[in-house]
């Protein structure tokens, strides 16, 4: 099982380094308020935790996996709240830019975790 993690964990880098070059390159001109580094950096934290934790439950307790991932997905959500909440209570002016990017960053991890997930899933039955 730890083989299979860490091969999510080498896709899961290499993917969101492409998707994050790409990104970074696109908004390099436009002002932010979030460095995108910092948007990519947490986003990946937090589904490498998330990974993790899927990963352990399904090889002890594989009948929760699904009610793990909506668990996560909540906590994932409220911890994304409380990255946004300096942008939130910021005076900046333009908001939407790092809106987009957060949020774009968010469900590109989601997909990824979610791929993972249902390739876990299907190799159970």
């Not at 899961?12 to 908004?27: A, M, T």
């Not at 948007?39 to 002890?60: A, E, H, Q, T």
């Amino acid at each position: 099982m730890i083989k299979k993690f860490l091969i999510s964990v080498a896709y899961l880098l290499i993917i969101s380094l492409i998707i994050g070059s790409i990104h970074y390159f696109l908004i390099r001109n436009i002002e932010v308020f979030i460095p995108i580094q910092n948007i990519y950096f947490f986003n990946f934290i937090m589904s490498l935790v998330g990974l993790g934790i899927l990963y352990f439950i399904y090889d002890k307790f594989s009948d929760y996996v699904g009610y793990t991932f909506l668990g996560l997905g909540i906590i994932k959500m409220a911890l994304s709240v409380s990255f946004l909440m300096p942008l939130i209570k910021s005076d900046f002016d333009n908001k939407i830019p790092d809106t987009l990017s957060f949020f774009f960053c968010y469900f590109v991890f989601l997909i990824i975790e979610s791929v993972f997930l249902i390739k876990l899933l299907n190799k159970k039955e």
